[in-house]
Protein backbone atom coordinates (compact mmCIF):
# COMPACT_ATOMS: atom_id res chain seq x y z
CA UNK A 1 0.00 0.00 0.00
CA UNK A 2 1.82 3.23 -1.14
CA UNK A 3 1.46 5.60 1.69
CA UNK A 4 2.45 9.06 2.12
CA UNK A 5 4.51 10.22 4.84
CA UNK A 6 4.29 13.71 6.54
CA UNK A 7 6.34 15.77 8.35
CA UNK A 8 3.79 15.82 11.47
CA UNK A 9 4.50 11.94 11.53
CA UNK A 10 8.27 12.20 10.86
CA UNK A 11 10.08 15.27 12.41
CA UNK A 12 8.69 14.15 15.93
CA UNK A 13 10.65 10.75 15.54
CA UNK A 14 13.93 12.71 14.06
CA UNK A 15 13.97 14.71 17.01
CA UNK A 16 14.36 11.92 19.39
CA UNK A 17 18.16 11.22 20.41
CA UNK A 18 19.74 8.48 22.48
CA UNK A 19 21.67 9.66 25.54
CA UNK A 20 24.52 8.32 24.74
CA UNK A 21 26.05 6.29 22.24
CA UNK A 22 25.35 2.34 21.94
CA UNK A 23 28.15 -0.11 20.64
CA UNK A 24 26.53 -2.55 18.56
CA UNK A 25 29.01 -5.98 18.04
CA UNK A 26 31.87 -4.68 19.72
CA UNK A 27 31.21 -1.22 17.16
CA UNK A 28 30.71 1.91 19.13
CA UNK A 29 28.37 3.93 16.21
CA UNK A 30 27.67 7.87 16.77
CA UNK A 31 24.88 9.16 18.66
CA UNK A 32 23.39 10.15 15.02
CA UNK A 33 24.15 6.89 13.38
CA UNK A 34 21.77 5.72 16.45
CA UNK A 35 18.71 8.43 15.55
CA UNK A 36 18.88 7.04 12.56
CA UNK A 37 18.26 3.34 13.50
CA UNK A 38 16.07 4.47 15.51
CA UNK A 39 13.77 6.15 13.00
CA UNK A 40 14.33 2.78 10.69
CA UNK A 41 12.91 0.92 13.68
CA UNK A 42 9.64 3.17 13.75
CA UNK A 43 9.09 3.28 10.29
CA UNK A 44 9.06 -0.55 10.24
CA UNK A 45 6.99 -1.12 12.79
CA UNK A 46 4.29 1.97 11.78
CA UNK A 47 4.05 0.13 8.13
CA UNK A 48 3.68 -3.46 9.71
CA UNK A 49 0.78 -1.48 11.57
CA UNK A 50 -0.96 -0.23 8.91
CA UNK A 51 -0.54 -3.13 6.29
CA UNK A 52 -2.30 -4.91 9.30
CA UNK A 53 -5.75 -3.30 7.92
CA UNK A 54 -5.56 -5.83 5.47
CA UNK A 55 -8.57 -5.51 2.18
CA UNK A 56 -10.87 -7.97 3.42
CA UNK A 57 -11.43 -5.72 6.55
CA UNK A 58 -11.63 -2.76 4.24
CA UNK A 59 -14.58 -4.88 1.83
CA UNK A 60 -16.26 -5.78 4.83
CA UNK A 61 -16.34 -1.78 6.20
CA UNK A 62 -17.68 -1.18 2.59
CA UNK A 63 -20.56 -3.94 2.09
CA UNK A 64 -21.41 -3.36 5.69
CA UNK A 65 -21.87 0.21 4.96
CA UNK A 66 -24.49 -0.64 1.78
CA UNK A 67 -26.29 -2.58 3.61
CA UNK A 68 -26.57 0.15 6.30
CA UNK A 69 -27.26 3.23 3.57
CA UNK A 70 -29.96 0.29 2.07
CA UNK A 71 -31.89 0.47 5.16
CA UNK A 72 -31.76 4.27 5.61
CA UNK A 73 -29.60 3.98 8.49
CA UNK A 74 -27.79 6.44 7.42
CA UNK A 75 -25.30 7.46 10.25
CA UNK A 76 -23.83 3.81 11.14
CA UNK A 77 -23.01 3.86 7.10
CA UNK A 78 -21.25 6.36 7.34
CA UNK A 79 -19.00 5.41 10.12
CA UNK A 80 -18.38 2.10 8.07
CA UNK A 81 -17.67 4.41 5.24
CA UNK A 82 -15.62 6.68 7.64
CA UNK A 83 -13.26 3.61 8.71
CA UNK A 84 -13.19 2.32 4.55
CA UNK A 85 -11.29 5.34 3.67
CA UNK A 86 -9.07 5.80 6.91
CA UNK A 87 -7.74 2.60 6.22
CA UNK A 88 -7.20 3.25 2.94
CA UNK A 89 -7.26 6.71 0.85
CA UNK A 90 -6.45 5.59 -2.40
CA UNK A 91 -9.58 3.54 -2.49
CA UNK A 92 -11.68 6.10 -5.26
CA UNK A 93 -14.68 3.38 -4.08
CA UNK A 94 -14.52 4.03 -0.59
CA UNK A 95 -14.85 7.91 -1.30
CA UNK A 96 -18.32 7.06 -4.16
CA UNK A 97 -19.59 5.42 -1.75
CA UNK A 98 -19.32 7.53 1.24
CA UNK A 99 -20.34 10.43 -1.13
CA UNK A 100 -24.09 8.60 -2.50
CA UNK A 101 -24.17 8.57 2.34
CA UNK A 102 -23.91 12.14 2.07
CA UNK A 103 -26.12 12.78 -0.61
CA UNK A 104 -28.75 10.59 0.97
CA UNK A 105 -28.55 13.13 4.20
CA UNK A 106 -28.44 16.36 1.98
CA UNK A 107 -24.88 16.99 3.12
CA UNK A 108 -23.84 18.46 -0.57
CA UNK A 109 -20.63 19.98 0.44
CA UNK A 110 -18.78 17.18 1.29
CA UNK A 111 -20.40 14.78 -0.99
CA UNK A 112 -18.74 16.93 -3.69
CA UNK A 113 -15.43 16.91 -1.77
CA UNK A 114 -15.36 13.16 -2.01
CA UNK A 115 -16.70 12.96 -5.73
CA UNK A 116 -13.74 15.78 -6.14
CA UNK A 117 -11.67 13.28 -4.54
CA UNK A 118 -13.27 10.68 -6.76
CA UNK A 119 -12.07 12.05 -10.02
CA UNK A 120 -8.78 13.16 -8.82
CA UNK A 121 -7.51 9.29 -8.23
CA UNK A 122 -9.66 7.95 -11.16
CA UNK A 123 -10.36 10.80 -13.30
CA UNK A 124 -12.42 8.19 -16.41
CA UNK A 125 -15.00 6.93 -13.70
CA UNK A 126 -17.47 8.01 -15.47
CA UNK A 127 -20.24 7.49 -12.87
CA UNK A 128 -18.48 9.90 -10.26
CA UNK A 129 -18.42 12.57 -12.91
CA UNK A 130 -22.23 12.32 -13.92
CA UNK A 131 -23.04 12.26 -10.00
CA UNK A 132 -20.78 15.38 -9.89
CA UNK A 133 -22.55 17.00 -12.42
CA UNK A 134 -26.08 16.43 -10.89
CA UNK A 135 -24.83 17.65 -7.78
CA UNK A 136 -23.16 20.57 -9.31
CA UNK A 137 -26.31 21.70 -10.60
CA UNK A 138 -28.40 20.90 -7.24
CA UNK A 139 -25.69 23.96 -5.50
CA UNK A 140 -26.65 26.01 -8.76
CA UNK A 141 -22.91 25.56 -9.85
CA UNK A 142 -24.44 25.50 -13.77
CA UNK A 143 -21.61 26.38 -15.64
CA UNK A 144 -18.99 23.58 -14.06
CA UNK A 145 -22.21 20.88 -14.24
CA UNK A 146 -22.14 21.91 -17.96
CA UNK A 147 -18.31 20.91 -18.68
CA UNK A 148 -18.83 17.60 -16.38
CA UNK A 149 -21.75 16.46 -18.49
CA UNK A 150 -20.12 18.02 -21.73
CA UNK A 151 -16.89 15.31 -21.17
CA UNK A 152 -19.34 12.57 -20.16
CA UNK A 153 -20.95 12.89 -23.25
CA UNK A 154 -17.74 13.50 -25.17
CA UNK A 155 -17.02 9.75 -25.16
CA UNK A 156 -20.77 8.19 -24.19
CA UNK A 157 -23.02 10.21 -26.08
CA UNK A 158 -25.65 7.92 -25.72
CA UNK A 159 -25.35 8.14 -21.50
CA UNK A 160 -29.12 9.21 -20.53
CA UNK A 161 -28.36 10.83 -17.17
CA UNK A 162 -25.82 12.78 -18.59
CA UNK A 163 -28.39 14.12 -21.63
CA UNK A 164 -30.63 14.84 -19.11
CA UNK A 165 -28.21 16.99 -16.71
CA UNK A 166 -26.72 19.00 -20.22
CA UNK A 167 -30.53 19.21 -20.87
CA UNK A 168 -31.73 21.55 -17.71
CA UNK A 169 -28.90 23.48 -17.54
CA UNK A 170 -29.65 26.43 -20.24
CA UNK A 171 -33.42 26.38 -19.66
CA UNK A 172 -32.65 26.90 -15.58
CA UNK A 173 -29.76 29.90 -16.43
CA UNK A 174 -32.71 31.48 -18.73
CA UNK A 175 -35.42 31.19 -16.17
CA UNK A 176 -33.11 32.33 -13.52
CA UNK A 177 -32.42 35.49 -15.80
CA UNK A 178 -35.94 35.85 -16.09
CA UNK A 179 -37.13 35.73 -12.56
CA UNK A 180 -33.97 38.34 -11.76
CA UNK A 181 -35.68 40.69 -14.29
CA UNK A 182 -39.25 40.02 -12.85
CA UNK A 183 -37.72 41.32 -9.47
CA UNK A 184 -36.18 44.69 -10.76
CA UNK A 185 -39.31 45.57 -12.07
CA UNK A 186 -41.49 44.72 -9.24
CA UNK A 187 -43.22 42.08 -10.33
CA UNK A 188 -43.13 39.74 -7.73
CA UNK A 189 -45.92 37.12 -8.38
CA UNK A 190 -44.34 35.47 -11.61
CA UNK A 191 -40.80 36.16 -10.34
CA UNK A 192 -42.22 33.59 -6.71
CA UNK A 193 -43.59 31.35 -9.99
CA UNK A 194 -40.19 30.90 -11.67
CA UNK A 195 -38.36 30.63 -8.85
CA UNK A 196 -40.71 28.34 -7.46
CA UNK A 197 -39.56 25.83 -10.35
CA UNK A 198 -36.09 26.72 -10.30
CA UNK A 199 -35.28 25.87 -7.09
CA UNK A 200 -37.03 22.25 -7.43
CA UNK A 201 -34.29 21.45 -9.48
CA UNK A 202 -31.29 23.52 -7.72
CA UNK A 203 -32.27 23.51 -4.05
CA UNK A 204 -28.91 24.08 -2.61
CA UNK A 205 -28.06 26.98 -3.79
CA UNK A 206 -28.42 29.68 -0.56
CA UNK A 207 -28.50 32.87 -3.29
CA UNK A 208 -31.80 31.62 -5.58
CA UNK A 209 -33.51 31.37 -1.77
CA UNK A 210 -32.39 34.91 -1.05
CA UNK A 211 -33.81 35.90 -4.32
CA UNK A 212 -37.23 34.36 -3.50
CA UNK A 213 -37.22 35.84 -0.10
CA UNK A 214 -36.67 39.01 -1.43
CA UNK A 215 -39.53 38.62 -3.71
CA UNK A 216 -41.91 37.08 -1.45
CA UNK A 217 -40.82 40.13 0.56
CA UNK A 218 -41.76 42.43 -1.66
CA UNK A 219 -44.97 40.98 -1.93
CA UNK A 220 -45.56 41.31 1.46
CA UNK A 221 -45.45 38.09 2.72
CA UNK A 222 -42.94 37.51 5.47
CA UNK A 223 -43.84 33.89 6.71
CA UNK A 224 -42.40 32.43 3.18
CA UNK A 225 -39.55 34.95 2.91
CA UNK A 226 -38.26 34.05 6.62
CA UNK A 227 -39.01 30.10 5.25
CA UNK A 228 -36.40 30.68 2.81
CA UNK A 229 -34.12 32.66 4.63
CA UNK A 230 -34.34 30.25 7.10
CA UNK A 231 -33.24 27.67 4.32
CA UNK A 232 -29.96 30.15 3.61
CA UNK A 233 -28.52 29.17 7.38
CA UNK A 234 -28.97 25.76 6.88
CA UNK A 235 -26.62 25.65 3.58
CA UNK A 236 -23.98 27.59 4.69
CA UNK A 237 -21.77 27.04 7.92
CA UNK A 238 -21.45 30.85 8.53
CA UNK A 239 -24.58 32.53 7.71
CA UNK A 240 -24.88 35.34 10.02
CA UNK A 241 -26.04 37.55 7.67
CA UNK A 242 -29.07 35.17 7.17
CA UNK A 243 -29.47 34.77 11.31
CA UNK A 244 -29.79 38.88 11.12
CA UNK A 245 -32.08 38.78 8.51
CA UNK A 246 -34.52 36.28 10.41
CA UNK A 247 -34.27 38.10 13.20
CA UNK A 248 -35.28 41.10 11.66
CA UNK A 249 -38.35 39.73 9.82
CA UNK A 250 -39.21 37.69 13.23
CA UNK A 251 -39.03 41.46 15.12
CA UNK A 252 -41.08 43.14 12.71
CA UNK A 253 -43.49 40.21 13.16
CA UNK A 254 -43.90 40.95 16.35
CA UNK A 255 -42.31 38.07 17.82
CA UNK A 256 -39.47 39.52 20.55
CA UNK A 257 -38.40 35.91 21.60
CA UNK A 258 -37.74 34.49 17.96
CA UNK A 259 -35.92 37.54 17.16
CA UNK A 260 -33.76 36.92 20.14
CA UNK A 261 -33.25 33.68 19.66
CA UNK A 262 -32.38 34.28 15.97
CA UNK A 263 -30.06 36.91 16.78
CA UNK A 264 -28.15 34.81 19.50
CA UNK A 265 -27.08 32.51 16.91
CA UNK A 266 -25.52 35.13 14.94
CA UNK A 267 -23.67 35.91 17.81
CA UNK A 268 -22.62 32.60 18.27
CA UNK A 269 -20.67 32.78 15.32
CA UNK A 270 -19.72 36.55 15.45
CA UNK A 271 -19.88 37.25 19.05
CA UNK A 272 -18.97 41.28 17.58
CA UNK A 273 -20.85 41.16 14.87
CA UNK A 274 -21.42 45.10 13.68
CA UNK A 275 -25.57 44.65 13.13
CA UNK A 276 -26.63 41.53 15.18
CA UNK A 277 -24.72 42.79 18.44
CA UNK A 278 -26.08 46.32 18.53
CA UNK A 279 -29.56 44.75 17.80
CA UNK A 280 -29.42 42.25 20.60
CA UNK A 281 -28.70 45.16 23.02
CA UNK A 282 -31.94 46.62 22.24
CA UNK A 283 -33.70 43.63 21.45
CA UNK A 284 -32.87 41.61 24.80
CA UNK A 285 -34.74 44.69 26.84
CA UNK A 286 -37.65 44.76 24.59
CA UNK A 287 -38.28 40.88 24.79
CA UNK A 288 -37.50 41.19 28.71
CA UNK A 289 -40.58 43.55 28.74
CA UNK A 290 -42.69 41.78 26.49
CA UNK A 291 -42.29 38.61 28.35
CA UNK A 292 -42.50 40.22 31.88
CA UNK A 293 -46.15 42.28 30.77
CA UNK A 294 -47.40 38.53 29.31
CA UNK A 295 -46.36 36.66 33.21
CA UNK A 296 -47.77 39.98 35.11
CA UNK A 297 -50.86 39.46 33.34
CA UNK A 298 -51.22 35.48 33.89
CA UNK A 299 -50.88 36.01 37.22
CA UNK A 300 -53.08 38.83 37.60
CA UNK A 301 -50.69 41.51 39.21
CA UNK A 302 -52.49 44.35 37.68
CA UNK A 303 -50.10 47.04 38.60
CA UNK A 304 -46.68 44.98 37.28
CA UNK A 305 -48.44 43.87 34.02
CA UNK A 306 -49.28 47.96 33.57
CA UNK A 307 -45.14 48.95 34.52
CA UNK A 308 -43.50 46.50 32.19
CA UNK A 309 -45.78 46.85 29.06
CA UNK A 310 -45.53 51.00 29.52
CA UNK A 311 -41.27 50.08 29.81
CA UNK A 312 -42.02 47.85 26.07
CA UNK A 313 -43.67 51.68 24.59
CA UNK A 314 -40.81 53.18 25.68
CA UNK A 315 -37.65 50.77 24.32
CA UNK A 316 -39.52 50.55 21.04
CA UNK A 317 -41.08 53.89 19.38
CA UNK A 318 -41.50 52.20 16.09
CA UNK A 319 -42.09 48.88 15.08
CA UNK A 320 -46.11 48.30 15.69
CA UNK A 321 -46.60 44.83 15.75
CA UNK A 322 -43.93 44.71 18.96
CA UNK A 323 -45.92 48.04 20.41
CA UNK A 324 -49.31 45.55 19.73
CA UNK A 325 -48.18 43.66 22.69
CA UNK A 326 -47.90 46.59 24.80
CA UNK A 327 -51.20 47.83 24.15
CA UNK A 328 -52.60 44.32 24.12
CA UNK A 329 -51.80 43.65 27.92
CA UNK A 330 -52.19 47.49 28.64
CA UNK A 331 -56.04 47.03 27.55
CA UNK A 332 -56.26 44.24 29.22
CA UNK A 333 -54.54 45.09 32.21
CA UNK A 334 -56.07 48.18 32.48
CA UNK A 335 -59.84 47.21 32.30
CA UNK A 336 -59.00 44.04 35.27
CA UNK A 337 -57.34 47.35 37.43
CA UNK A 338 -60.62 49.10 37.30
CA UNK A 339 -59.25 51.91 34.97
CA UNK A 340 -61.86 51.23 32.31
CA UNK A 341 -61.07 54.73 30.51
CA UNK A 342 -57.57 54.23 29.75
CA UNK A 343 -58.61 50.62 28.94
CA UNK A 344 -60.58 51.71 26.19
CA UNK A 345 -57.67 53.91 24.83
CA UNK A 346 -55.64 51.16 24.81
CA UNK A 347 -57.66 48.37 23.24
CA UNK A 348 -58.53 51.03 20.64
CA UNK A 349 -54.65 51.58 19.94
CA UNK A 350 -54.37 47.39 19.92
CA UNK A 351 -57.31 47.11 17.19
CA UNK A 352 -55.60 49.64 14.87
CA UNK A 353 -52.64 47.11 14.41
CA UNK A 354 -54.68 43.60 14.93
CA UNK A 355 -57.87 42.63 15.49
CA UNK A 356 -59.13 40.43 17.25
CA UNK A 357 -62.17 39.01 19.00
CA UNK A 358 -60.45 39.36 22.23
CA UNK A 359 -59.76 42.79 21.88
CA UNK A 360 -63.19 44.01 20.94
CA UNK A 361 -64.72 41.92 23.98
CA UNK A 362 -62.22 43.58 26.71
CA UNK A 363 -62.97 47.26 24.67
CA UNK A 364 -66.57 46.07 24.80
CA UNK A 365 -66.50 45.49 28.98
CA UNK A 366 -64.58 48.84 29.22
CA UNK A 367 -67.76 50.60 27.75
CA UNK A 368 -70.23 48.61 29.61
CA UNK A 369 -68.43 50.16 32.73
CA UNK A 370 -68.84 53.22 31.37
CA UNK A 371 -72.72 52.48 30.81
CA UNK A 372 -71.62 53.23 26.70
CA UNK A 373 -74.00 50.27 26.09
CA UNK A 374 -74.06 50.82 22.25
CA UNK A 375 -70.97 50.67 21.28
CA UNK A 376 -70.63 47.59 24.01
CA UNK A 377 -73.13 45.70 21.80
CA UNK A 378 -71.28 47.24 18.43
CA UNK A 379 -68.10 45.66 19.65
CA UNK A 380 -69.79 42.39 20.54
CA UNK A 381 -70.83 42.27 17.43
CA UNK A 382 -67.67 42.81 15.38
CA UNK A 383 -66.08 39.97 17.94
CA UNK A 384 -68.88 37.94 15.99
CA UNK A 385 -68.10 38.44 13.12
CA UNK A 386 -64.60 37.72 13.48
CA UNK A 387 -66.04 34.50 15.11
CA UNK A 388 -68.99 33.18 14.87
CA UNK A 389 -68.25 31.12 17.49
CA UNK A 390 -66.74 33.26 20.44
CA UNK A 391 -68.41 32.30 23.57
CA UNK A 392 -67.41 35.34 25.28
CA UNK A 393 -68.65 38.23 22.36
CA UNK A 394 -71.79 36.04 22.63
CA UNK A 395 -72.34 36.13 26.29
CA UNK A 396 -71.13 39.87 26.28
CA UNK A 397 -73.92 40.56 23.66
CA UNK A 398 -76.74 38.96 25.63
CA UNK A 399 -75.42 41.03 28.45
CA UNK A 400 -74.95 44.26 26.63
CA UNK A 401 -78.44 43.97 25.22
CA UNK A 402 -80.58 43.21 28.19
CA UNK A 403 -78.47 46.22 29.93
CA UNK A 404 -79.94 48.31 27.33
CA UNK A 405 -83.16 47.33 28.28
CA UNK A 406 -82.48 48.16 31.44
CA UNK A 407 -81.69 51.36 30.67
CA UNK A 408 -85.43 52.68 30.97
CA UNK A 409 -85.85 51.34 33.89
CA UNK A 410 -84.09 52.00 37.01
CA UNK A 411 -80.74 52.36 37.54
CA UNK A 412 -79.28 51.21 40.52
CA UNK A 413 -75.62 52.67 40.30
CA UNK A 414 -76.99 56.09 39.05
CA UNK A 415 -79.49 56.02 41.44
CA UNK A 416 -76.82 55.95 44.75
CA UNK A 417 -74.29 57.65 42.06
CA UNK A 418 -71.44 55.24 42.34
CA UNK A 419 -69.22 53.95 39.80
CA UNK A 420 -70.01 50.25 38.70
CA UNK A 421 -66.35 48.91 40.18
CA UNK A 422 -67.76 50.27 43.53
CA UNK A 423 -67.15 48.06 47.17
CA UNK A 424 -70.01 47.44 49.36
CA UNK A 425 -68.62 50.22 51.51
CA UNK A 426 -68.87 52.43 48.69
CA UNK A 427 -72.56 51.37 48.56
CA UNK A 428 -73.05 52.10 51.83
CA UNK A 429 -71.75 55.43 52.20
CA UNK A 430 -73.46 56.85 49.26
CA UNK A 431 -76.95 55.33 50.77
CA UNK A 432 -76.30 56.90 53.88
CA UNK A 433 -75.93 60.44 52.67
CA UNK A 434 -78.87 59.98 49.89
CA UNK A 435 -80.77 58.47 52.83
CA UNK A 436 -80.74 61.19 54.91
CA UNK A 437 -81.10 63.87 52.12
CA UNK A 438 -84.45 61.71 50.60
CA UNK A 439 -86.17 60.65 53.62
CA UNK A 440 -89.23 61.76 53.40
CA UNK A 441 -89.86 63.33 57.32
CA UNK A 442 -87.65 66.33 55.75
CA UNK A 443 -90.72 67.36 53.43
CA UNK A 444 -93.74 69.13 54.71
CA UNK A 445 -94.83 69.98 51.36
CA UNK A 446 -97.26 66.76 49.96
CA UNK A 447 -96.21 66.79 46.96
CA UNK A 448 -92.82 67.09 47.56
CA UNK A 449 -92.99 64.26 50.23
CA UNK A 450 -94.79 61.93 47.49
CA UNK A 451 -91.52 62.73 45.27
CA UNK A 452 -89.22 62.08 48.66
CA UNK A 453 -91.03 58.82 49.10
CA UNK A 454 -89.86 57.42 45.68
CA UNK A 455 -87.09 58.81 45.73
CA UNK A 456 -86.13 56.94 49.07
CA UNK A 457 -87.43 54.09 47.87
CA UNK A 458 -85.45 53.58 44.62
CA UNK A 459 -82.16 54.34 47.16
CA UNK A 460 -83.20 51.63 49.31
CA UNK A 461 -84.02 48.85 46.85
CA UNK A 462 -80.30 50.21 44.81
CA UNK A 463 -78.68 49.77 48.34
CA UNK A 464 -80.58 46.47 49.05
CA UNK A 465 -79.35 45.30 45.60
CA UNK A 466 -75.71 46.00 45.34
CA UNK A 467 -75.41 45.50 48.82
CA UNK A 468 -75.72 41.69 48.09
CA UNK A 469 -73.19 39.96 45.92
CA UNK A 470 -76.01 37.64 44.01
CA UNK A 471 -78.38 40.20 43.87
CA UNK A 472 -75.58 42.65 42.13
CA UNK A 473 -74.18 39.81 39.21
CA UNK A 474 -77.64 39.37 38.36
CA UNK A 475 -78.10 42.78 37.91
CA UNK A 476 -74.94 42.94 36.22
CA UNK A 477 -75.43 40.25 33.91
CA UNK A 478 -78.62 42.44 32.74
CA UNK A 479 -81.58 41.27 35.00
CA UNK A 480 -82.89 43.21 37.57
CA UNK A 481 -83.83 41.28 40.86
CA UNK A 482 -86.46 43.57 41.83
CA UNK A 483 -88.05 43.61 38.68
CA UNK A 484 -91.72 41.56 38.71
CA UNK A 485 -90.61 40.94 34.67
CA UNK A 486 -87.60 39.27 35.84
CA UNK A 487 -88.56 37.87 39.23
CA UNK A 488 -92.01 35.51 38.68
CA UNK A 489 -92.52 35.01 42.18
CA UNK A 490 -91.59 36.31 45.35
CA UNK A 491 -91.37 39.98 46.49
CA UNK A 492 -88.97 42.24 45.13
CA UNK A 493 -87.40 42.33 48.28
CA UNK A 494 -85.50 39.41 49.36
CA UNK A 495 -87.58 38.59 53.15
CA UNK A 496 -90.55 40.93 52.20
CA UNK A 497 -90.97 44.93 51.54
CA UNK A 498 -88.33 46.83 52.97
CA UNK A 499 -91.64 49.20 54.37
CA UNK A 500 -94.26 47.19 56.47
CA UNK A 501 -97.95 47.87 55.61
CA UNK A 502 -99.85 48.14 52.40
CA UNK A 503 -98.18 51.86 52.50
CA UNK A 504 -94.52 51.68 51.19
CA UNK A 505 -93.96 53.84 54.64
CA UNK A 506 -97.15 52.02 56.76
CA UNK A 507 -99.71 54.31 55.75
CA UNK A 508 -100.68 58.15 55.20
CA UNK A 509 -100.16 58.99 58.79
CA UNK A 510 -96.90 57.47 59.30
CA UNK A 511 -94.18 59.05 61.18
CA UNK A 512 -90.70 58.10 60.26
CA UNK A 513 -88.12 57.60 62.76
CA UNK A 514 -84.93 56.17 61.01
CA UNK A 515 -81.98 56.31 62.79
CA UNK A 516 -78.58 56.54 60.73
CA UNK A 517 -75.56 55.33 62.37
Same mark, same amino acid.
Given at each position: ????????? @?????????? =?????????? /????? =????????????????????? =?? !?????? #??????????????????????????????????????????????????????????? /?????????????????????????????????????????????? !??????? @?????????? #????????????????????????????????????? !??? @??????????????????????????????????????????????????????????? #?????????? =? $??????????????????? +?????? +? !???? $??????????????????????????????????????????????????????????????????? $????????????????????? #????????????????????????????????????????????????????? /???????????????????????????????????????????????????
Amino acid at each position: MAMEWTSEV @IMPVLATELP =TAAPVRGVRI /SRKMA =TVLLVLTCFDSFITWVEGVSQ =TE !IDQHLQ #KGMELLARAQYSDALSHFHAAVDADPTNYMSYYKRATVFLALSRSRPALADLDKVLQLK /SDFTKARVQRATVLVKMGRLDEAHIDAEKVLTKEPDNQEANRVYGV !ITPLQQQ @IRDAQAFIQA #KNYPPAIEVLGEVLDQIPWDPTLRELRADAYMGSGNV !IHA @ISDIRATTKLRSDDTTGYYKLSQLHYQLGEAEESLKEIRECLRLDPEHKDCYPFYKTLK #KVAKFVTAAQ =T $AQDEQQWEDCLDAARKVLK +NEPEVQ +N !IRFH $AHDRLCHCQLKGGDTSEAQKACSEALKVREEPRLYCDRAEAFLAEDMLDEAVSDYRKALELDETFQR $AKEGIQKAQKRQKQASKRDYY #KILGVKRNANKRDVAKAYRKLAQKWHPDNFQDETEKKKAEKKFMDIAAAKEVL /SDQEMRQKYDNGEDPLDPESQQEGHPFRGGHPFHGGHPFGGGNFQFKFHFN
